[in-house]
């Protein structure tokens, strides 16, 4: 066995965001725009890119180790890998995303069952024709390339199922949701063989855990402020935090450091709480990880 690790990087609208997940987690990676072979500072790593539907098959077939893709891109192709941890945040391209049956608003169509003879679009079709194959439906599933929604609105097909946040692109496009097949959102995966493989699976687990620690780190904030002894659990109970906050005594004087990781969103409401009940030296920095 090797003790390179052939890791996939996700080619596309996950491309930046994994990359900077990976920075925050301690590995440098940097693209060129002439190759799929990102390099990473790391010698016991070898990346490559590839695009997101196709991650899974290669990671199946050994061609690589270990990558990121969505849950609905191992569905698609019923891939048979190991699924390392879900990688959920805050950023827009890697908050969870549902696949559901649309169609127009006029429509009389309200849940699978009624497409029986009906034509569907959509991007997952090896998904798509399975689901309606177990249920017994029979339905004519083609491949969308793109604009899958105008192709419902313009009535080239009876049905789309497509992948939505919010489902306000489908609702412009004058259709309406009528089922919700599935949620999905990116996974770390692993080929089973080098999963077994002590040396990679080591490294596996290493990007797995650190990336988490990255993702648990997401909309957090250190706080640290210095607090006169009368007033110190007045400011500790008023400071949130994972378990309890650090306090530790000031040299040679009646004065406490207290330190805190809070949600970034209520900084603004509690700094100046903080100020009106004695605390001083308030310091508000950002974090890369929060591991363990």
């Not at 330190?259 to 001083?280: C, F, M, T, Y």
Request: proline share 5%; glycine share 6%.
């Amino acid at each position: 066995m090797t003790d390179i690790l052939k890791l996939g990087i996700p080619k596309g609208s996950l491309e930046s965001s994994t990359i900077d997940l990976f920075k925050k987690a301690g590995w440098k990676i940097t693209t060129s725009s002439r190759s799929y072979f990102p390099s990473i500072d790391d010698p016991s790593i070898r990346c490559m890119l590839v695009r997101a539907q196709e991650m899974a098959r290669y990671v199946e077939a050994g061609t690589l180790d270990a990558g990121i893709t969505g849950k609905d891109w191992i569905m698609e192709n019923n891939s048979d890998v190991e699924v390392i941890d879900d990688l959920v945040y805050s950023k827009a391209s890697f908050q969870p995303t549902k696949w559901v049956l649309a169609v127009p608003h006029d429509s009389p169509i309200k849940r699978p069952e009624d497409l029986h003879g009906k034509r569907v679009a959509t991007e997952l079709v090896g998904y798509t024709k399975r689901y309606f194959a177990e249920r017994g439906i029979k339905v004519d599933v083609e491949f969308s390339w793109g604009a899958t929604e105008a192709k419902a609105a313009e009535g080239l097909v009876d049905a789309i199922i497509e992948v939505t946040e919010s489902g306000s692109t489908i609702r412009a496009h004058g259709l309406k949701i009528v089922w919700e097949l599935f949620t999905s959102n990116p996974q770390i995966i692993a080929n089973r063989a080098a999963w077994q493989d002590p040396v990679r699976r080591e490294k596996i687990e290493q990007i797995a855990l650190l990336l988490k620690g990255a993702l648990s780190a997401e909309a957090k904030v250190g706080i640290k402020m210095n607090v006169p002894k009368e007033r110190l659990d007045t400011i500790v109970g008023m400071v949130p935090s994972l378990t309890a906050p650090t306090v530790s005594p000031l040299y040679k004087t009646e004065w406490f450091a207290v330190e805190s990781i809070i949600s970034e969103d209520i900084v603004r409401e509690l700094i100046p709480k903080l100020i009106k009940h004695g605390a001083v030296g308030i310091i508000e920095y950002p974090l890369n990880k929060i591991v363990g």
